[in-house]
């Protein structure tokens, strides 16, 4: 394969990344559940699926070849796919039977952050400090597919579990546009660059969990008064 058609990948893979990047925080900053909301969450969801498969397929070229990228490509699209998928599986509340290809996606999200953490604990070991990286990768991507086989052999108590998920999943994989941004560039240097997108992503995604679970306590309070 030539350098050329790679090279035609590569900015692909960056338009791609770069519209998720703008799309992503419309989708952030708007009324949750909108008309615009929804729009422009399709368009990333889109988009970040195409740069985020570009990504796995470019760190399996010759001369490109990097484990590193291809672990990254992969928590990407288990994120913004298995955040996407979370809101069809609300029968799992209506005592519908799940099927076994659910299993699929975090079974392939475990295995890989499987292969994460060893592999950054062996850069870690080599005095690599990016280790640390895929690390942390591997324990958010490990803990989230842990937590949807869970959800998958038994159904939450909290019948808002669906959309916790699909918050976080989503910010996760706009975590990984604007964390692929600020490497790229050099915004911020070294494993900071790497590591504070995924800080205030979490607390972003912490923030709106605990404001969504205080809505509803509210609601459920008034609904409790007017029934006495």
């Known amino acids: 394969m030539s350098e050329d058609f790679i090279r035609i990948l ?6 791609f990344g770069g519209i998720s990047l ?17 729009t422009a969450g399709k368009i990333f969801y889109y988009c970040m699926l195409i ?11 010759p001369n490109h070849e990097s484990t590193f990228l291809f672990s990254i490509g992969i928590f990407s699209c288990y994120m913004i796919l298995s955040g996407r998928r979370i809101l069809s599986l609300k029968k799992l509340f209506k005592g519908e039977p ?37 690390i942390v990768f591997a324990c958010i991507g490990g803990s989230m597919a842990i937590r949807d086989i869970q959800m998958l052999r038994s159904k939450p108590m909290d019948k808002k579990f669906w959309l916790y998920q699909h918050i976080s999943k989503m910010t996760g994989g706009y975590i990984a546009a604007v964390t692929a941004f600020v490497v790229v560039n050099g915004f911020i240097p070294g494993l900071y660059g790497w590591l504070i997108p995924t800080v205030v992503g979490t607390i972003y995604i912490v923030y709106h969990q605990m404001r969504f679970r205080k809505k509803g306590e509210k609601i459920l309070a008034e609904r409790n008064i007017e029934n006495g």
């Open 10 to 15: 590569i900015y692909t893979h960056a338009t």
């Open 98 to 134: 799940t099927a076994t290809k659910e299993y699929f996606l975090p079974g392939l999200m475990l295995l890989t952050g499987i292969g994460m953490l060893a592999y950054g604990i062996n850069m870690k070991s080599k005095s690599d400090d990016y280790g640390i990286v895929l």
């Open 22 to 38: 703008l799309v992503g925080l419309v989708a952030l900053i708007v009324t949750k559940g909108n008309n615009l909301h929804r």
């Open 51 to 61: 740069g985020a498969s570009l990504a796995i397929i470019i760190s399996l070229l």
